[in-house]
């Protein structure tokens, strides 16, 4: 069990954000692991081809660590709420070289460090820079194609989150983040494998919703850069589903409330039966956020029926929009959530 120091005045200065490099080092756990990631078999498919043919050795040797540790310096916890690849490896690039070479040594412990890693020590700087043209590189492979997903499941989250404390109070915010998180008034408990005990230390605690994150919770304790949590976002397991191309929407004809042939997202049958099985539907996809657009190519729907259904689910407070950019998307409301229990969680265990 890890216990992390946490008073309610810390409720204060709790703060989300979403870092493009926690994607990148929780997707490196998911190609190392496909035993415990077996949800995540559609990305590997996807992004095996381009990354079979990129060796990207430093990044890799970091990764796969026997420790199963990576080192903080690769994962600095973000100064804003939406930190770009760019502004993150700038703080990589600026580490000091005696800490990363210390940090990426830690994470071999007791093993014999490959070359890539022993290079930290002889040629610190040369090393970084090729991690950081490596991190670059696998970036724009495999994370770049899925980019816009990642962040709106990600600001799904945190403006679920921000619901959440306003209809229930903060505590109830740290309290629903995740099955394996809890918090006794005084202190954050995490399971694990050994007992541990952390503390904020004088800083924020920062809430890094990663789609790559799978069912763990993540902890950064000790970092210079501050502390943080990494936890998948609800519907996370839905990420990765296809979306049905433009043009391959219903007949506008269609009666409001139905459509024809199977339902491309698949609804709990008693959801179904109360709501309507395309209401229904529209309900169960918002488990992560979609614009009226999306929800229409989704489920194959005239856009003027995704807008009715949309508006008729919002009149009924289960859910909500809300503006990403320029964009406006709608997210399950607190109600909506309730209803539509076990809705976005992650697929069940295969056989």
């Known amino acids: 069990m890890l216990r992390i120091e946490f008073a309610p005045a810390d409720l204060v200065r709790l703060r989300f ?12 756990f998911v190609l190392n692991r496909p035993d415990r990631f077996w949800m995540y078999d559609g990305w590997r498919r996807s992004v095996g081809p381009a990354l079979a043919g990129t060796p990207l050795p430093t990044l890799r040797a970091l990764a796969a660590a026997p420790s199963c540790e990576v080192p903080d310096f690769l994962t600095p916890v973000p100064s804003g709420a939406r930190p770009t690849l760019d502004e993150e490896l700038r703080v990589i690039a600026d580490t000091p070289l005696e800490l990363v070479a210390e940090e990426a040594y830690r994470s071999w412990a007791g093993w014999p460090a490959p070359p890539e890693v022993a290079r930290f020590d002889t040629d610190p700087a040369g090393a970084l820079a090729e991690l950081v043209r490596e991190i670059r590189q696998y970036f724009t492979l495999a994370i770049a194609p899925f980019w816009p997903r990642l962040r709106a499941a990600a600001e799904g989250e945190i403006a679920r989150r921000a619901l959440t404390a306003a209809e ?13 998180l809890d918090w006794d008034g ?4 995490l399971g694990s494998a050994k007992e541990r005990r952390g503390s904020l230390d004088g800083h924020p605690l920062a809430l890094l919703p990663a789609a790559f994150a799978g069912s763990r919770v993540y902890s950064m304790t000790e970092a210079p850069t501050g502390r943080a949590l990494w936890y998948a976002p609800r519907g996370y397991g839905r990420l990765w589903d296809s979306p049905v191309p433009r043009g391959s929407a219903a007949d506008p004809a269609t009666p409001v409330g139905s459509l024809s042939g199977p339902l491309p997202v698949e609804p709990p049958p008693a959801l179904a039966a109360l709501l309507g099985p395309t209401r229904a539907a529209v309900l169960t996809l918002l488990a ?8 229409a190519d989704t489920l194959r729907l005239a856009p003027a029926t995704a807008s009715h259904h949309l508006t008729t689910l919002r009149d009924a407070g289960l859910v909500v929009g809300e503006r990403f950019g320029r964009r ?14 076990g809705i976005g969680a992650p697929p069940a265990r295969r056989p």
């Open 168 to 180: 229930r109070g903060p505590r109830a915010l740290v309290r629903g983040l995740h099955p394996g």
């Open 17 to 28: 954000a979403h870092s493009p490099m926690v994607e990148v080092v929780t997707s490196l």
């Open 288 to 295: 992560v956020p979609h614009s009226t657009g999306e929800v």
């Open 186 to 189: 005084t202190a954050l408990l």
């Open 328 to 341: 406006l998307r709608y997210l399950r409301t607190g109600l909506g959530e309730q209803l539509g229990v």
